[in-house]
């Protein structure tokens, strides 16, 4: 199957920085990805839907301020997290598709703690 | 908003068995259901899908039904072997939404050998 690479894998950080995650498909070109939050023995989340070239589509309840998506290419897309704080502590995880109805890939996810 | 029930959250089962898991859409226009397993620690695999024309599917162990009518669609696992031990999810996704994926909460699946 395709590959999506995301990284870091895991980062620590301190309270009021931000951290940038990357999510990569590497053998496809990816028009959408989707970024996704999901807490210990839970769901995962839909974050946001980011689209290339285009501003990114969050669902709701979502800070689009706090959550920074740029989608620079077909096969890049990034996730800020901006002035994190504790409770933004949790696992992201990414997916790209080709197309829908195709087969969603998914990163290998980042844990991300805010200290 | 779109909306996916899934149950139940834990099962567990005698290897051999079969594992039913049950999931319910909120989304009449939903029309694409895929089924991921996660093991711990690690991403989300697809393990079969459903298009909304079909009714059945199926793949070795696993089959996925689908009832349009009720909106509710179901993982059937045969034979259950207990490195089929993890956490399963269903989605529903409609096409006019660039194809996002709605997960519902997940399942626990323990095979006991």
């Known amino acids: 199957g395709a590959v999506v690479s995301q990284h870091p894998s895991w980062v620590i950080c301190k309270s009021g920085t931000s951290v940038k995650i990357e999510c990569r498909s590497l053998?496809?070109?990816?028009?959408?990805m989707f970024w996704y939050r999901q807490f210990p023995k839970q769901s995962l989340m839909l974050m946001a839907t980011?689209?290339?070239?285009?501003?990114?589509?969050?669902e709701q309840g979502v800070e689009k301020d706090k959550f920074l998506i740029n989608h620079a290419s077909l096969t890049l897309s990034t996730l800020t997290v901006t002035s994190a704080h504790p409770e933004d502590s949790s696992f992201y995880i990414c997916?790209?598709?080709?197309?829908?109805?195709?087969?969603?890939?998914f990163g290998q996810g980042t844990r991300l703690t805010v200290v | 908003g779109e909306n996916v029930e899934q149950h139940p959250s834990t099962l567990s089962v005698q290897e051999g068995d079969s594992a039913v898991i049950k999931c319910t859409y909120s989304?009449?226009?939903?029309?694409?259901f895929p089924w991921y397993k996660q093991e711990l620690g690690k991403r989300p695999q697809l393990i079969i899908d459903?298009?909304?024309?079909?009714g059945e599917k199926k793949d070795q162990r696993i089959a996925v039904t689908l009832n349009k009518t009720a909106k509710h669609f179901s993982l059937h696992i045969t034979e259950t072997q207990p490195e089929d031990s993890a956490v399963y999810f269903c989605?529903?996704?409609?096409?006019?939404?660039?194809?996002?994926?709605?997960f519902g909460q997940g399942t626990e699946l323990s095979v006991k050998p």
């Open positions: 459903i298009r909304s024309n079909v």
């Open positions: 989605a529903a996704s409609r096409y006019n939404q660039g194809g996002k994926l709605i």
């Open positions: 980011s689209n290339e070239g285009s501003k990114a589509t969050y």
């Open positions: 989304d009449s226009a939903s029309n694409y």
């Open positions: 053998d496809f070109q990816a028009t959408t």
């Open positions: 997916s790209a598709r080709t197309g829908w109805g195709t087969e969603a890939f």
